[in-house]
T-cell receptor
Framework: DTGVSQNPRHKITKRGQNVTFRCDPI?????LYWYRQTLGQGPEFLTY????????KSRLLSDRFSAERPKGSFSTLEIQRTEQGDSAMYLC??????????????FGSGTRLTVV | DQQVKQNSPSLSVQEGRISILNCDYT??????FLWYKKYPAEGPTFLIS?????DKNEDGRFTVFLNKSAKHLSLHIVPSQPGDSAVYFC???????????FGTGTRLKVLA
């Protein structure tokens, strides 16, 4: 069990550019979540997958955001035409359905995005 | 609307004393609650949970209390240790969604 891996750890991009983040969950976990955290706030839910199906998207996720989880393995989160307000820590987490409620998720270390 | 609230952004406690972190929620459908701990540059890590059928759950130095009528939960750490210094998040879910909503966090500092 190598935990949840997120790449890159840091990303600095110019406003208007597209960025893509990758998350590799714990292999036996069927659920994968994306959250966003800004300074002084708690993690805010963005979207989640059960296997390859995206089951819910937050209203926070504008049309510029898209997430995929092909074949129910790793996931990518893409932000198109980045804006300064997108600067945040993007957290990925995974869990198994049976254990989610009792044990929550396992989080990765996050990708810190800075839009300049 | 903030469904899960942690009204104390920070707390300082002397080593060996009790730390009490509080959390309030508004959604009566929530029936599972977690506490996470977060160190700088790391993702949050699971600490302890409680379901709505209980009012208390203990794990070593950590105890979570749930008051459903007040929609309030608290985390007690006894005795507090300097290594407990971190940001603590409470989170709540209803069992139909498998999705946790997080509070804004409380930064705990345990003074040696």
């Amino acid at each position: 069990d190598t935990g949840v891996s997120q790449n890159p750890r840091h990303k600095i991009t110019k406003r208007g550019q597209n960025v893509t983040f990758r998350c590799d969950p714990i292999s036996e976990h069927n659920r994968l979540y994306w959250y966003r955290q800004t300074l002084g706030q708690g993690p805010e839910f963005l979207t989640y997958f059960q296997n390859e199906a995206q089951l819910e998207k937050s209203r926070l996720l504008s049309d510029r955001f898209s997430a995929e989880r092909p074949k129910g393995s790793f996931s990518t989160l893409e932000i198109q035409r980045t804006e300064q307000g997108d600067s945040a820590m993007y957290l990925c987490a995974s869990s198994s359905t049976q254990k989610t409620l009792r044990y929550g998720y396992t989080f990765g270390s996050g990708t810190r995005l800075t839009v300049v | 609307d903030q469904q899960v609230k942690q009204n104390s952004p920070s707390l300082s406690v002397q080593e060996g004393r009790i730390s009490i972190l509080n959390c309030d929620y508004t959604n009566s459908m929530f029936d599972y609650f977690l506490w996470y701990k977060k160190y700088p540059a790391e993702g949050p890590t699971f600490l302890i949970s409680i379901s709505s059928i209980k009012d208390k759950n203990e794990d070593g130095r950590f105890t979570v209390f749930l008051n459903k009528s007040a929609k309030h939960l608290s985390l007690h750490i006894v005795p507090s240790q300097p290594g407990d210094s971190a940001v603590y998040f409470c989170a709540a879910s209803d069992s139909g969604t498998y999705k946790y909503i997080f509070g804004t966090g409380t930064r705990l500092k345990v003074l040696a």
